[in-house]
């Protein structure tokens, strides 16, 4: 009996701009991104709900076995069934 391998969890990643629009990212495989006090938020596939400050800076993701980086403004994070939003407003 021949058991069916599940194709591994990935992350859908929204980053939505009440200024200029936004984008959309898919099968990420990991992301790092700072928070309003400074410190480092990781999120991988299966990561509990969570909703947060986010601050100026780096967003840090993993898509394709890459390693990658754009710029987010701060603004606020939330986390469900491993897709992430994050609101700005610039």
Known sequence: MSRKLDPPKLLRVRVL??????????????LQVRLQDGSWLGVRP???PIIAATGDGELKFRQDERDQVILVKNGILTLIDDL????TTH
Request: net charge negative; proline share 0%.
């Open 46 to 48: 299966g990561h509990a």
């Open 17 to 30: 701009s009440l200024g200029s629009g936004g984008m959309e990212l898919e099968r990420v495989e990991a």
């Open 84 to 87: 992430v939003s994050i609101l």
